[in-house]
């Protein structure tokens, strides 16, 4: 995502610098270095199921906290 941000929206500059979402009317502020988990989790509405008890998470990131605390 990361990527595609700089070749193709001109996405550049400090990773902490506060930047805005363009996506639709979403005009939210948030790190540059976040922009891609937001697009990912609130445009795209990607998922992830944990292995042990199905539940859905949001992101990669949180399924794999929650996998290493998840007891089933």
């Known amino acids: ?3 595609h941000l ?15 979402c363009y996506w639709g009317h979403c005009d939210k502020q948030l ?13 795209l509405r990607e ?7 199905n539940k859905t998470l949001s992101r990669p990131d949180v399924a794999s906290r929650h996998e290493k605390q998840c007891g089933k």
Request: hydrophobic fraction near 25%.
């Open 47 to 53: 998922t992830t199921t944990c292995p042990r008890c």
């Open 6 to 20: 700089r070749e193709f929206h001109g996405f550049t500059g400090n990773e902490k610098d506060i930047v805005r």
């Open 1 to 3: 995502m990361g990527e």
């Open 31 to 43: 790190q540059r270095m976040n922009m891609g988990r937001h697009i990912v989790s609130t445009h």
